[in-house]
């Protein structure tokens, strides 16, 4: 019976990548795989109740390697600074510490114990090397699209306004395919809540940046006209209105992260309607009589009573929240702090929740050539994921901590154990004599003519701009493929190397919605014929 389904499903392969189909049927064709091999395992069927989603935006290998060890030295290499200043520093106190350090390598993030680890390819269409907006849109949809587009098939191009208005290039994402199934949904994210990566969970944008009315009244300005004469901003809204007035953007539960500014009108804001769009939130909850609260401050979150509300609207910042290395715990929560309060409320249905958390600066800082703030936000995604594991209940929740996409990060030289990753390596340069940084960039900002020599200089300072060998006002991402860790129910069929179009895919299977609903049924049938032989 499973061969037959195969030839099926196999013979409707589109071949034209452009073609949404194209994509489904490709984790159709894996998923009949996987069920293949475990069918001969007579593995039982299980489904996920919940689905919990880390996004590490721009957290490739060498990010999540070089996180590994700061996580281990920073503790040690604090104790060293504290007993330097108090002239406590003895030779027995340097050579115990000097220990741990050189076991620093040793240790692991909380994600990498998962039982099921992937790499995940994460080129878009048009691209060799995805931006977050298409890689997003594959991620949370199943589809490959253009560069900087989100939430949009391949039919639509950057800036074609037009080509949105046609329902059918609009892809539908996980948070449509769990609302329909009953589920609770939301977000959590320390970018703007209109930001690329969240926006291709609700948003049908021929451009990530049209985040706000005022960017796309910029654009009418600098187009052709006459190329955008039926542009209508009730048919191409910005994203902002996508996510408070539409599908699934209004049904959403939780929503937290910065963005003030595309929220509200331009004497506070940037919104050139007038329109108060956190007023509208409000506004609609109370029209269907449904509990909401809107906070703007880490003691206010804190002291929210989630028992008592459905839906949460939560606003930290006028534009992204601060690093973690920056931020002011009275007026910022940490992603932490964000994601236990958004579980709190979603758990609330019985029919389970989807939430997506995305620590999203880590892209801002590699961008900025800025190791430090890129390696210590991924500290504080280490430290959520650990606090949410304790918190859910295991065995019915599907956990997925990835990235969107890599950067040209690089982690080198020929450092002894236990060297700070954040230092210079003990060699120097066999061309110019120079010492070098362990962790460099390809391209970016810290581009210098002449090298510097910086056996006086605090590599291991926040503020401390990498070198790199290309100059660039903006570092690039990186094409290579992005890890995978999964656990939970049916976390073993994302092992191995997969598109990222798949994930959504192995999703909607794994929890038994969406557009994998009816090949979860059929497979469960197939079980049953094969345990009853």
Known sequence: MLFLISIVYIARCDPDPSDNKFWQNMAIKRILQYESKRMTKMYEKEMAKNVII???DGMGISTVTATRILKNQLPILKKIQEKQNSDEMNDENMTELWKKL???????????????VALVKT????????????????????????????????????NDCLATMDPMVRVSSIIDWAQQQGKSTGFVTTTRVTHATPAALYAHSASRYWESDDRMIMMMKTVNRSEHNEWNSEFCKDIARQLIEDEPGKNLNVIMGGGKRNLIPKNDGQRQDGRNLIDVWLDDKKQRGLTAKFVSNSEALRKLDTDKIDYLLGI?????????????DTIEPSLALMSLKAIEILKHNPQGFLLIIESGRIDHAHHLNNAYRALTDTLALDDAVEHVVQKINKSNTLILVTADHSHVFTFGGFPARGNPILGIDDQTSDSDK???????????????????????????DRDYIQQTAIPKRWETHGGEDVPLYASGPSSEIFAGIMDQTFIPYGISYATCMGPMEPLFFIMSLCFQQQFHQ
């Open 54 to 56: 880390f996004i590490g």
């Open 102 to 116: 050189q076991q620093s390598e040793d240790g692991s993030l909380s994600f990498e114990s998962f039982e099921t």
């Open 123 to 158: 080129y878009i269409l048009d691209s060799q090397v995805g931006d977050s907006g298409a890689c997003a849109t594959a991620m949370m949809s199943g589809v490959k699209s253009n560069f900087e587009t989100v939430g949009v098939s391949g039919k639509v191009k950057l």
């Open 316 to 328: 930290f910042a006028d534009n992204h929240m601060s690093h973690e290395a920056d931020r002011n």
């Open 434 to 460: 120079l010492a070098y940084t362990t962790l460099m960039y390809t391209n970016g900002p810290g581009y210098r003519k002449l090298r510097e020599n910086l056996t006086e200089i605090n590599t291991i």
